[in-house]
C-alpha cells in the first residue's frame, strides 16, 4: 500500500527558509513522477514544483521560481522541496504527490497518491 509522509513544515518569518522532506514507500519510488502542491484556506490545490522518474524534467509554478528547489534521493525513496525567502503568500497546507506521468507538474487530478500534508506558515 503506498504511503507518502511529509514532514519539515512549520512556522517561520518572512524571508525565512524551511526545507519540506516526503518519504515513500509501497510503491516503486523510481518509476514515479513527484510533485508539490499547496492548498490555502478558500483556495484551490496548486502544483508548485515537481520531478520526472530521473530528474530530468523539472517544473516550478512561476510564483516559485528562483526560491524553491525541489529533488529525489532513490537512496532513501525521498522527495525533498527546499524553501527560500519565503513570503507570506506561501502560507498553505503543502502536499507531495505521486503521479505515472512522464512530466512534473501536471492536474491534480492525474495524481494517483497523495500524503498527508504539512502546514506552512510564514508570518512575523
Known amino acids: 500500500q503506498a504511503r507518502l509522509v511529509e514532514s519539515g513544515g512549520g512556522l517561520v518569518q518572512p524571508g525565512g527558509s524551511l526545507r519540506l522532506s516526503c518519504t515513500v514507500s509501497g510503491i516503486t519510488f523510481r518509476d514515479y513522477t513527484f510533485d508539490w502542491f499547496r492548498q490555502a484556506p478558500g483556495t484551490e490545490r496548486e502544483v508548485v514544483a515537481g520531478?520526472?522518474?530521473?530528474?530530468?524534467?523539472?517544473f516550478y509554478a512561476d510564483s516559485v521560481k528562483g526560491r524553491f528547489t525541489t529533488s529525489r534521493d532513490g537512496a532513501t525513496s525521498t522527495l525533498y522541496l527546499q524553501m527560500n525567502n519565503l513570503k507570506p503568500e506561501d502560507t498553505a497546507v503543502y502536499y507531495c504527490a505521486a503521479t505515472l506521468d512522464l512530466h512534473p507538474g501536471g492536474k491534480a487530478s492525474t495524481y494517483d497518491y497523495w500524503g498527508q500534508g504539512t502546514q506552512v506558515t510564514v508570518s512575523s
Open positions: 520531478i520526472s522518474r530521473r530528474g530530468t524534467s523539472i
